[in-house]
């Protein structure tokens, strides 16, 4: 099965293997894919008909393979030495080899070791007395990259004590006031109870060490004259651990108070963040809601602002007498001119019940049909009537002069007859003396 980053590995790459040619091509489908894209409809390009839609959608494959690579499938035609080489070819070798290896799965056995003193041993007797290897060991790990949830309890081996204890182990039990191992003091301490160990348990360890050697250091019993020098010495003593202890209660105390503020002041952080969130998302809300309402009222603004627009155009024409001109036909999407009506005898796809309706002009296609035609049409349809127009000469300098000087003669002469029907002054064609102060003026 090919990686999703990895497609295309059934064309590309000649190690890939497949069970036969269906395999082959059902992962060229499934690494592909198809995009869903937008076509349009030239026949309703202009529409906005739910059932004349102006675009459909179809499906284009969404593969970006060359169309110079094979597809086709080819059956592998490897040999069985073929296929022994390159496995022989394949095996690890060399420093990368153990890294392949799997452990065995081996029976848990117990395993007790007897000291003894080596001291009183020669190496020949040492060598004869050794144990043979084992066929099975068990083996007890502890690793730091486990939770704690998983990990599992050390392996403890048995231990046995030497009756004679050998020199160095004498010396270590002079050393640390103590009979035999002193690893043996720590047998209270156990997986998960103080181990590992921390700080803690390495003070304690170092006061059970101070106070062996106390008790080694005090007078012996049987001497009565040092039985005072002893009680007070161990008072003292008794004092000193109680002191230590109320320190180390103090600690706990103080590391438990320390642990008890950083919680309250966690959970403070945490009740801040939630009421800052929760005032944060009332003002989203808020925010939101008021968007909401903006746009809703700018919407009905919008709507208003068009049907005063609209209403305006039937402020002298009612809207029933208005007829649509050309222009806002073509610019109207849902006029006839887009979506004709069928009672008018338009279908812009399909004729009703087989038949055509002819809405268009008629063509003749024959000489009978252009006879007919003549015949129908009227006269001056058929014998047009063409009056050229007149072309006015261009006249000289002195002829535009005398019809200047005419044009102004002609002015004041219809100047004077207005002036002759206004006063009442006048006769015919002569035009009496000018009017004097008084005439002109009689309220004076």
Not at 98 to 103: I, L, N, Q, V
Not at 111 to 132: C, E, H, W, Y
Not at 230 to 243: D, L, P, V
Request: with cysteine; proline share 8%.
């Amino acid at each position: 099965m090919s990686q999703p980053g990895r497609a295309c590995d059934a064309l590309y790459d000649n190690l890939y293997t497949v069970s036969g040619p269906r395999d082959h091509f059902r992962q060229q489908s499934a690494a592909g894919g198809f995009n869903l894209e937008r076509a349009p409809e030239y026949k309703n390009m202009f529409s906005e008909l739910p059932h004349f839609p102006a675009t459909t959608f179809r499906i284009k494959p969404g593969e970006k393979i060359p169309a110079f690579i094979d597809r086709s499938y080819h059956a592998p035609t490897h040999s069985d030495v073929d296929l022994q080489q390159r496995s022989m070819a394949a095996q690890v070798s060399g420093s990368e080899r153990p890294k392949y290896f799997r452990r065995p799965l081996l029976a848990p056995a117990e395993i007790s070791v007897k000291q003894t003193r080596m001291s009183n041993i020669s190496d020949g007797d040492a060598a004869a007395f050794s144990l043979p290897e084992p066929a099975s060991k068990t083996v007890g790990t502890q690793s730091d990259y486990r939770e704690n949830e998983v990990q599992t309890t050390p392996w403890d081996p048995n231990y046995v004590i030497p009756e004679i204890p050998a020199a160095k182990q004498r010396h270590l039990s002079e050393k640390h006031h103590c009979d035999g191992p002193e690893l043996l003091h720590l047998r209270a301490m156990t997986f998960p109870d103080r181990l590992p160990p921390g700080l803690q348990e390495a003070r304690r360890v170092e006061r059970m060490r101070e106070k062996r050697a106390f008790e080694s250091s005090l007078p012996p019993l049987d001497d009565e004259a040092q039985l005072p020098l002893r009680q007070k010495m161990i008072e003292e003593w008794e004092a000193r651990e109680w002191q230590e202890r109320e320190e180390e209660i103090i600690s706990v105390q103080n590391e438990r108070l320390e642990l008890l503020q950083t919680a309250v002041a966690a959970r403070e952080d945490e009740v801040e963040a939630a009421h800052a969130a929760r005032v944060e998302a009332f003002k989203e809300s808020l925010t939101k809601s008021q968007a909401t309402q903006y746009a809703f009222i700018q919407g009905s603004r919008l709507k208003t602002v068009r049907q005063l627009v609209e209403a305006r155009k039937y402020v002298e024409k009612h809207r029933r007498l208005h007829s649509q001109s050309r222009v806002e036909k073509y610019t109207d999407f849902g006029s006839s001119i887009y979506a004709p009506l069928q009672r008018e005898g338009r279908f812009p796809e399909d004729p009703p019940n087989g038949l055509r309706i002819e809405t268009e002009g008629f063509a003749p296609h024959t000489i009978q049909e252009v006879a007919d035609l003549e015949a129908f049409l009227p006269q001056k349809l058929l014998v047009p009537k063409m009056v050229a127009p007149k072309r006015l000469g261009k006249l000289n300098y002195q002829q535009r002069q005398q019809a200047k000087v005419q044009s102004d003669l002609t002015t004041i002469g219809q100047l004077l007859d207005g002036a002759k029907a206004t006063l009442g002054r006048g006769y015919g064609d002569c035009w009496p003396a000018p009017l004097t102060d008084s005439e002109s003026n009689p309220g004076s």
